[in-house]
Nanobody, 122 residues
Framework: QLQASGGGLVQAGGSLRLSCAAS????????MGWYRQAPGKQRELVAS?????????NYLNSVKGRFTISTDVANNTGYLEMTSLKPEDTARYFC????????????????WGQGTLVTVSS
């Protein structure tokens, strides 16, 4: 399972770090993505990291240069560092990860976290 945390209320220009912790024994995180969904809007992919592709990252244009995604496989955790936050970043943030749960396997299980709320005040 995945547990997302780190959300909260912050003023515009502030920073937050979201965490996504996987429970159990994990042998790899080939992919992790952070999505967000604001009220009345569709869920959108904010950032992703492809560890099976050399750690390449992709970001939503509106967060480029402000958000950084990373993973710490040794600690079964992924992060989304968010800086220079804007009111339009307000949303519930969800993590999604492909987790390798069998040693030596290339197969993975797809998990979603429960979401953590980020509110940015102007």
């Amino acid at each position: 399972q995945l547990q997302a945390s780190g959300g909260g209320l912050v003023q515009a220009g502030g920073s937050l770090r979201l965490s996504c912790a996987a429970s159990g024994t994990i042998y790899g995180i080939p992919f992790m993505g952070w999505y967000r969904q604001a009220p009345g809007k569709q869920r959108e992919l904010v950032a992703s990291i492809n560890n099976s592709g050399g750690g390449s990252t992709n970001y939503l244009n509106s967060v480029k240069g402000r958000f950084t995604i990373s993973t710490d496989v040794a600690n079964n955790t992924g992060y989304l560092e968010m800086t220079s936050l804007k009111p339009e970043d307000t949303a519930r943030y969800f993590c999604n990860a492909h987790l390798v749960v069998l040693p030596g396997s290339k197969s993975f299980v797809n998990y979603w976290g429960q979401g953590t709320l980020v509110t940015v005040s102007s």
